[in-house]
């Protein structure tokens, strides 16, 4: 099956930095990408839709200028944290979609954000 | 609202029994159902899709029903292992393919040997 990577796995930062999340997808392109955030015990919240050569359709109340996202190539996208605090601590996850029509989304293996 | 509920946060079976999981939603139309296995820290594994138009899917020891009447799909292991301790997620696409997919909580299977 198709696979996605993201990296970094797991990430520790301080409070006013800022952290980069790439999400890869290795063997097919993927014209569009979806980020996810799920805290413990929660199910996954979307929260934006990542198009290739296009800005970012981010949820209500996700803040787009404090989540960067950026889809550069068909292959590649990245989340960036801004000025990261505590309760942006969360399990980031990307996925995306086998073009061709195909329904199935295929997600990365998540990135773990702790931000003292 | 549009809900997406599965109704047990956690089920615990014995080794070799069926473990049947609930998936109910509100308010929405969805053309197909997901459902995903997802383990502790990790990224959801896709495991079965089912079409509305479609009542039952199996995979090996894996069977999903949808009942669009109802709005409830039905998530079923038969002869069930310890390997099948995991997170089942219900989620489906509001607006089709291509769309993002939302997503129910989650129900915590474990199986005890």
């Known amino acids: 099956g198709a696979v996605v990577s993201q990296h970094p796995s797991r990430v520790i930062c301080k409070s006013g930095t800022s952290v980069k999340i790439e999400c890869r997808s290795l063997d097919f392109q993927a014209t569009t990408m979806f980020w996810y955030r799920q805290f413990p015990k929660q199910s996954l919240m979307l929260m934006a839709t990542?198009?290739?050569?296009?800005?970012?359709?981010?949820e209500q109340g996700v803040e787009k200028d404090k989540f960067l996202i950026n889809h550069a190539s068909l292959t590649l996208s990245t989340l960036t944290v801004t000025s990261a605090h505590p309760e942006d601590s969360s399990f980031y996850i990307c996925?995306?979609?086998?073009?061709?029509?195909?329904?199935?989304?295929?997600f990365g293996p998540g990135t773990r954000l702790l931000v003292l | 609202s549009q809900k997406i509920e599965q109704n047990s946060e956690a089920l615990n079976i014995q080794e070799g029994k069926t473990a049947t999981l609930t998936c109910n939603y509100t308010?929405?139309?969805?053309?197909?159902l997901q459902w995903y296995r997802q383990d502790p820290g990790r990224g959801p594994v896709f495991l079965l899709l089912i079409r509305e138009n479609e009542k039952e899917k199996r995979k090996e020891r894996l069977k999903v029903t949808f009942d669009t009447t109802l709005k409830q799909s039905l998530f079923h292991i038969t002869a069930s292992q310890p390997a099948d301790s995991a997170t089942y997620l219900c989620a489906l696409a509001p607006q089709g393919a291509g769309t993002a997919l939302i997503f129910g909580k989650g129900t915590t299977l474990s199986v005890s040997s």
């Open positions: 308010n929405y139309s969805p053309a197909y």
């Open positions: 990542s198009n290739e050569g296009s800005k970012a359709t981010y």
């Open positions: 996925s995306a979609r086998v073009p061709n029509g195909r329904e199935t989304q295929y």
